[in-house]
């Protein structure tokens, strides 16, 4: 059974830092693209970023280019999201999800429960 | 980006019912449509990929179709499980772009 696990969020002040993680199960991790996706209070959701099977290529919304890097250490099966920078509309759940390729198709065949990111003073 | 829009942005249903949520794009996206379920406090559930692709496992009461900047969502009978918010997804473009949802409830 696929199983990915958010954890990291928090209460934080604005320009601080944040590190989220998600941890994999359940499949060949290595192998696959993975994505965050966020959502604030009330909206639809935001892709952030992606990382490929290989972690050698990266992508960023414009939201967030400069401030966040996603990285992933494939022999602990874990995603990461480095947060910097941080401001009050970056305040949203955080999901990680599984594209079912090595290279990302930005679509999406298994998502986590996602984790709480609120920035506020 | 391209846009993605929803409607209705919520409904009211019985079991049993048949439901049809649509999405529009704001320019041809092809096929590449990818419907989820959200549920509150859960994670989200991929339904449908390639505008009409069935997820693994999901059941065969839901059905996608559409292709360019229509696409619709149907559930042939609702079930309790259902009552959901339903969002669309394009991959066509980058950055992959969501719809802002649609909320089926019980009448």
């Known amino acids: 059974e696929v199983r990915l696990l958010e954890s990291g969020g928090r209460l934080v002040q604005p320009g601080g830092s944040l590190r989220l993680s998600c941890a994999a199960s359940g499949f060949t991790f290595r192998n696959y693209a993975m994505s965050w996706v966020r959502q604030a209070p009330g909206k639809g959701p935001e892709w952030v970023s992606a990382v490929s099977g290989s972690g050698t290529r990266t992508y960023y919304a414009d939201s967030v280019t400069g401030r966040f890097t996603i990285s992933r250490d494939d022999s602990k099966n874990t995603l990461y999201l480095q947060m910097n920078s941080l401001r009050a509309e970056d305040t949203a759940v955080y999901y990680c999800?599984?594209?079912?390729?090595?290279?990302?198709?930005?679509?999406?065949?298994?998502w986590g429960q996602g984790t709480q990111v609120t920035v506020s003073s | 980006d391209i846009q993605m829009t929803q409607s209705p942005s919520s409904l009211s249903a019985s079991i049993g019912d048949r439901v049809t949520i649509t999405c529009r794009a704001s320019q041809g996206i092809d096929n590449y449509l990818a419907w989820f379920q959200q549920k509150p406090g859960k994670a989200p559930k991929s339904l449908i990929y390639a505008a009409s692709s069935l997820q693994s496992g999901v059941p065969s009461r839901f059905s996608g179709s559409g292709s360019g900047t229509h696409f619709t969502l149907t559930i042939k009978s609702l079930r309790p499980e259902d009552f959901a918010t339903y969002y669309c997804q394009q991959y066509s473009g980058y950055p992959p772009t969501f719809g802002p949802g649609t909320k089926v409830d019980i009448k």
């Open positions: 999800a599984k594209d079912p390729f090595a290279a990302p198709h930005y679509y999406f065949d298994y």
